[in-house]
């Protein structure tokens, strides 16, 4: 298992990054596009995933967009370093911070490039 992946699958600390600045409109935005982007701030550098927000998995009724507060809890797939994870994220609207994790649904073997 990917050392990067392992790590990510304990809850730790996550924001919404977001681009040209980190604000609330912007992340509404991604959130009705239905795309997020998460960061994991305690890797070197930090791991941004990209997230394709699966309604089914995902919470977004305690939002209150008008005022700022209130968390949302977004839930996707995606595949990091060849191995299929579906992210977890609880971010708090009025800072942009949360919490968040890795859940593994399988290692995919077949794209990995050749061992040396």
């Known amino acids: 298992m990917n050392d990067l992946v392992q790590r990510l699958t304990v809850a730790q600390p996550v924001e919404a990054s977001l681009r040209p600045e980190r604000n ?9 596009r239905g795309y ?19 309604p089914e998995r995902s919470d ?4 209150d967009w008008e005022n700022g507060t209130g968390q949302i809890k977004v839930a996707g797939q995606l595949t990091l370093d060849y191995v299929p994870v579906r992210c977890h994220a609880t971010i708090d609207l009025a ?22």
Not at 60 to 63: E, F, S
């Open 24 to 32: 609330l409109s912007y992340f509404k935005a991604a959130v009705d």
């Open 36 to 54: 997020v982007h998460v960061k994991f701030i305690n890797t070197r550098g930090g791991t941004e995933l990209g997230v394709r927000i699966d």
């Open 60 to 63: 977004l009724t305690g939002a």
């Open 95 to 116: 800072t942009l911070d949360g919490t968040g994790y890795l859940e593994i649904l399988g290692e995919d073997t077949s794209a990995a490039p050749p061992s040396a």
